[in-house]
C-alpha cells in the first residue's frame, strides 16, 4: 500500500500549483481522504479532505476559496488545486487515506496511510 504525492515546487505568491495523491495497492475512492501540511516549527495541519465518491469535501479556514480537492478514479488520484498562494502556504504536503467516517476529516489521527510529501514553496 502506497500513496506517492507529486506536483510540489517552488512558485511566486499568487500563483497556483496541483498537487497528485496517486495510489498503489489501495483504491482511493473506496477511502476518505485528506490533504495535510506542515510548516518548520509548526504542528501539522488539515487543508481539505474529500468524502468516499467525492460528495462531500471540507477545507480549513486558511485555504477557503483558494483551494479545491477532487477525484480522478479512473487515474485513482486526488487532485489539490492551490490557487492565490501565499509565502504562508509554504509547507510539506502530505495526503493520507482513512476508513473511518467523514465527521472530523481534518484531523490527522483519523487516517491510517500517509505519502511521504511534496514541498511546496511560495516565494519571490
Known amino acids: 500500500l502506497q500513496l506517492v504525492e507529486s506536483g510540489g515546487g517552488l512558485v511566486q505568491p499568487g500563483g497556483s500549483l496541483r498537487l497528485s495523491c496517486a495510489a498503489s495497492?489501495?483504491?482511493?475512492?473506496?477511502?476518505?481522504i485528506g490533504w495535510f501540511r506542515q510548516a518548520p516549527g509548526k504542528e501539522r495541519e488539515g487543508v481539505a479532505c474529500?468524502?468516499?465518491?467525492?460528495?462531500?469535501?471540507n477545507y480549513a479556514d486558511s485555504v477557503k476559496g483558494r483551494f479545491t480537492i477532487s477525484r480522478d478514479t479512473a487515474k485513482n488520484t486526488v487532485y489539490l488545486q492551490m490557487n492565490s498562494l501565499k509565502p504562508e502556504d509554504t509547507a510539506v504536503y502530505s495526503c493520507?487515506?482513512?476508513?473511518?467516517?467523514?465527521?472530523?476529516?481534518?484531523?490527522?489521527?483519523?487516517?491510517?496511510?500517509w505519502g511521504q510529501g511534496t514541498q511546496v514553496t511560495v516565494s519571490s
Open positions: 493520507a487515506a482513512t476508513d473511518l467516517a467523514f465527521s472530523f476529516c481534518l484531523l490527522s489521527r483519523r487516517y491510517d496511510y
Open positions: 474529500i468524502s468516499r465518491g467525492g460528495g462531500n469535501t
Open positions: 495497492g489501495l483504491t482511493l475512492d473506496t477511502r476518505n
